[in-house]
């Protein structure tokens, strides 16, 4: 992951994540089968607790490392200066954290360690362990930042966590409410199938590969804005989206496919069956709604664009369309529709047409 933060004087930070999972194997002996099922579930639950303290103590030193750049970067004239400052303050002993919750009468604890495993004028690399312990159950959780000194940066929103040209994530949760975050070259990014962004604001630039890895995207309880520059490509089936969607480029949704928020396309939208859009829809170009797809607010296709929508695609709110219509295979308009151009409406499908 890297990080790139505003500096009034001219400097920026850049850091990079890679978070690697070691997971611990357990072995429990069985000796009769209605107490081992019980043991068994007890150890799992206990085993994914403590992976969740260990993660915690990563986000933690993560977390600390950013608010000593956000204050003290402008205090240190150069890298050499700033990194000495860093080292003394995280990398001189373990760091103990217990502010958990018991855990089934255990206190869980997380023992953190920084340490540098890379040494250049302007760059640094930092190995963060943490190891989670509840009870007798043990896991361990690092992470590899690497923070890079720079002469020149601006143009950057205060709130910014990071800019990266490569992202990778194997953890479950990565939080960072209120934040922004831009990723570059998005090809060479990659989430854990089931990891969870939650940031405010990203920033996808230069995306061709379409977002098919992670579970979801953006802050579910703080909802803002979502980027995605170029072709965006397909979002995948089961990815979710909480915010605002912007595109500048043809976008499509995979069947399973959800947003939650507005959604703007700048080029030709494609809807699969089984997508969820819980917001309005603007589109620049042609808008193609296959079966069972549901768009829950309004839809507005501007310019010369037209509809093609089939199968059982609904729309509930209204459509505003200067393009034509054409509508077959039970798919529906719930609201007014609002049509401009020639409607051709076939095979059950539903519509409450209104001409201009």
């Not at 490569?166 to 479950?172: I, V």
């Not at 909802?223 to 995605?228: A, K, R, S, T």
């Not at 020639?342 to 499908?349: E, H, L, R, V, Y």
């Given at each position: 992951m890297t990080r790139i933060l505003k500096d009034e004087r001219g400097i920026a930070l850049v850091m990079t994540l890679f978070a690697l999972v070691l997971i611990s194997i357990f072995s429990i002996t069985i000796i009769a089968l209605a107490t081992s099922n019980y043991k068994m579930t007890k150890v799992d639950s206990k085993n994914q607790a403590t992976y969740y303290i260990a993660e915690a103590g990563?986000?933690?030193?993560?977390?600390?490392?950013?608010?000593?750049?956000?204050?003290?970067?402008?205090?240190?004239?150069?890298?050499?200066?700033?990194?000495?400052?860093?080292?003394?303050?995280?990398?001189?002993?373990?760091?103990?954290?217990?502010?958990?919750?018991?855990?089934?009468?255990?206190?869980?604890?997380?023992?953190?360690?920084?340490?540098?495993?890379?040494?250049?004028?302007?760059?640094?690399?930092?190995?963060?362990?943490?190891?989670g312990i509840i009870g007798d159950s043990r896991r361990t959780v690092e992470a590899i930042i690497s923070i890079s000194w720079f002469k020149e940066?601006?143009?950057?929103?205060?709130?910014?966590?990071?800019?990266?040209?490569?992202?990778?994530?194997?953890?479950?949760?990565?939080?960072?409410?209120?934040?922004?975050?831009?990723?570059?070259?998005?090809?060479?990014?990659?989430?854990?199938?089931?990891?969870?962004?939650?940031?405010?604001?990203?920033?996808?630039?230069?995306?061709?590969?379409?977002?098919?890895?992670?579970?979801?995207?953006?802050?579910?309880?703080?909802?803002?804005?979502?980027?995605?520059?170029?072709?965006?490509?397909t979002l995948d089936g089961g990815r979710i989206i909480y915010g605002n969607v912007h595109t500048n480029g043809n976008f499509k949704m995979a069947g399973g496919a959800t947003i939650y928020g507005n959604l703007y396309v700048d080029g030709k939208f494609e809807v699969a069956g089984g997508v969820n859009i819980y917001g309005d829809v603007h589109v620049n170009g042609d808008l193609i709604i296959k079966g069972g797809a549901v768009i829950e607010g309004d839809v507005y296709v501007h310019g010369n664009g037209d509809i093609d929508a089939d199968g059982g695609g609904r729309i509930k709110g209204s459509l505003y369309l200067e393009g034509s219509l054409v509508i077959k295979g039970g798919a529906t308009v719930e609201g007014e529709a609002n049509v401009a151009?020639?409607?051709?409406?076939?095979?059950?499908?539903?519509?409450?047409?209104?001409?201009?």
């Open positions: 990563v986000n933690y030193i993560i977390d600390q490392i950013n608010r000593e750049i956000q204050e003290k970067a402008n205090t240190y004239k150069s890298s050499v200066e700033f990194f000495k400052h860093i080292e003394d303050m995280f990398t001189k002993g373990t760091i103990a954290l217990e502010d958990f919750k018991v855990n089934n009468g255990d206190q869980p604890k997380a023992f953190v360690t920084v340490s540098n495993v890379g040494t250049g004028e302007d760059t640094r690399d930092y190995r963060i362990e943490s190891v940066a601006g143009g950057w929103p205060p709130d910014l966590l990071f800019s990266t040209n490569k992202f990778k994530f194997n953890g479950s949760d990565f939080n960072a409410p209120g934040k922004t975050m831009v990723i570059s070259g998005h090809g060479s990014s990659s989430l854990n199938g089931n990891a969870k962004l939650n940031v405010k604001n990203i920033y996808f630039k230069q995306l061709s590969n379409g977002i098919r890895s992670g579970r979801t995207y953006g802050d579910q309880n703080d909802p803002g804005d979502i980027f995605l520059d170029g072709d965006a490509g151009g020639n409607i051709d409406a076939t095979g059950g499908s539903r519509i409450k047409v209104i001409l201009f």
